[in-house]
């Protein structure tokens, strides 16, 4: 089946630096991506859908200008956090579906676990 | 609007036992239903999809009922095993794509 993969799987870095996380879509093209935060015992939440060759949309609430997405070709997006704060320690997770495929099942990155200290 | 889990109910079951997951989603204009399983410190995992012109759909030991009428949607597990611990989240989706995770809930086994 088709896959999906996050690097880096966990970071830590020092607050007010920024984080760069790679989306890949292995065996697949992937027009579009999305981009996930789940805090500890809550749902996915989605921050943004990342669009090949163009600019990503957001969700309400979510900066624009904190998290900068990137959707350069059509297996690969990056989300880097700017200017990382601990309260924006979180795990992140993408996803991308294969509307090539046989269904239109949606596969996700395995994660990163991002903490800002 | 988007679904927000504040906490994560619980469901313990007995091992061999067969569990049922619940799910109320909010868009009457979602056509695309997912169940997820989410291991700790892991993505997401599919374990079963349904359309809105399906009300039942089978895959191994589990099966997913679609209620329209009432917005709800629920997973059976047949013959609960321990390595179906785990987090279980139900999405939606219009077939324009975003997926709306539903706030999940913890499975336990007990022995």
């Known amino acids: 089946g088709a896959v999906v993969s996050q690097h880096p799987s966990w970071v830590i870095c020092k607050s007010g630096t920024s984080v760069k996380i790679e989306c890949r879509s292995l065996d697949f093209q992937a027009t579009t991506m999305f981009w996930y935060r789940q805090f500890p015992k809550q749902s996915l939440m989605l921050m943004a859908t990342?669009?090949?060759?163009?600019?990503?949309?957001?969700e309400q609430g979510v900066e624009k200008d904190k998290f900068l997405i990137n959707h350069a070709s059509l297996t690969l997006s990056t989300l880097t956090v700017t200017s990382a704060h601990p309260e924006d320690s979180s795990f992140y997770i993408c996803?991308?579906?294969?509307?090539?495929?046989?269904?239109?099942?949606?596969?996700f990155g395995q994660g990163t676990r991002l903490t800002v200290v | 609007g988007e679904s927000v889990g504040l906490h994560l109910p619980t469901l313990s079951v007995q091992e061999g036992d067969n569990s049922i997951i619940n799910c109320a989603y909010s868009n009457s204009a979602s056509d695309y239903f997912i169940w997820y399983k989410q291991e700790s410190g892991k993505g997401p995992q599919f374990i079963i999809d349904?359309?809105?012109?399906?009300d039942k759909r089978q895959g191994q030991r589990v099966t997913v009922l679609l209620n329209k009428t009432v917005k709800h949607l629920s997973l059976q597990i047949a013959a609960t095993q321990p390595g179906d611990s785990a987090v279980y989240f139900c999405?939606?989706?219009?077939?324009?794509?975003?997926?709306?995770f539903g706030q999940g809930t913890r499975l336990t086994i007990n022995p």
């Open positions: 999405a939606e989706s219009p077939l324009s794509q975003k997926l709306v």
């Open positions: 996803s991308a579906r294969d509307w090539g495929g046989a269904s239109t099942e949606a596969f």
């Open positions: 349904i359309r809105s012109n399906m």
């Open positions: 990342s669009n090949e060759g163009s600019k990503a949309t957001y």
